[in-house]
């Protein structure tokens, strides 16, 4: 099945800084690639996603790159903000379709210093 | 006007004893998920509903039993509850275009 790594697994920056949060995948199959932010007791969020058809896409201050060949994908996060602090899980699926499920990565903490 | 919702919020309970979560979404989704999130944040699938029927069940014990009466409903009861069953529960509902939208969440405590 499909094996998600996803590293750090923490990350500190300065308020202002730029934060970037790396994931392979391990089946080549998987074409649609999301991105999820937690805070403390809260559910994950969507915040982003790229499918394999995309090599890169933007929203605001975050931005998604897709690299099909090597496997794999990146968060980038710019002019980083205290509420951006979270755990951010990436995810990876073969889909669509009824039985496409996400496996997730371990997930990393940012936090962003004041 | 929530899009996927969850009760209860907190459950606590002692070993042995049975309990449901239930789940509903308001989304229109076909699919439906239940996740399980341990202590170190890991998300792991459990199961998934489309349209009423199992699509996915990864190896979960079968004290887990996932009921969806229909598609906007998605429960899952616990039988005989142990200490490793302690977590953190969610539900989740998708589109045909695969995006996930999760519930609150549901904190399972077993003493």
């Known amino acids: 099945g499909e094996n998600v790594e996803q590293h750090p697994s923490t990350l500190s920056v300065q308020e202002g800084d730029s934060a970037v949060i790396k994931c392979t995948y391990s089946?080549?199959?998987?074409?649609?690639f999301p991105w999820y932010k937690q805070e403390l007791g809260k559910r994950p969020q969507l915040i982003i996603d790229?499918?394999?058809?995309?090599g890169e896409k933007k929203d605001q201050r975050i931005a998604v790159t897709l690299n099909k060949t090597a496997k794999h994908f990146s968060l980038h996060i710019t002019e980083t903000q205290p509420e951006d602090s979270a755990v951010y899980f990436c995810?990876?699926?073969?889909?669509?379709?009824?039985?496409?499920?996400?496996?997730f990565g371990t997930g990393t903490r940012l936090q962003v210093m004041l | 006007d929530t899009a996927v919702s969850q009760t209860p919020k907190y459950l606590v309970t002692q070993m042995g004893n049975d309990k449901s979560i239930k789940c509903e979404q308001n989304?229109?989704?076909?699919?439906m998920y239940w996740y399980k999130q341990d202590s170190k944040k890991f998300l792991k699938i459990m199961f998934s509903?489309?349209?009423?029927?199992?699509?996915i069940n990864e190896t979960v014990p079968n004290r887990f039993s996932p009921k969806s009466p229909d598609k906007a409903h998605l429960n899952l009861h616990i039988n005989s509850l142990e200490l490793g069953d302690s977590a953190v529960y969610f539900c989740?509902?998708?589109?045909?275009?695969?995006?996930?939208?999760f519930g609150p969440g549901t904190r399972l405590t077993v003493l």
């Open positions: 989740a509902s998708s589109d045909y275009k695969d995006t996930q939208y």
């Open positions: 089946d080549s199959a998987s074409n649609y």
């Open positions: 790229i499918r394999s058809n995309v």
């Open positions: 995810a990876a699926s073969i889909g669509p379709g009824t039985a496409s499920k996400l496996t």
């Open positions: 989304l229109g989704h076909d699919t």
């Open positions: 509903y489309n349209n009423k029927e199992l699509i």
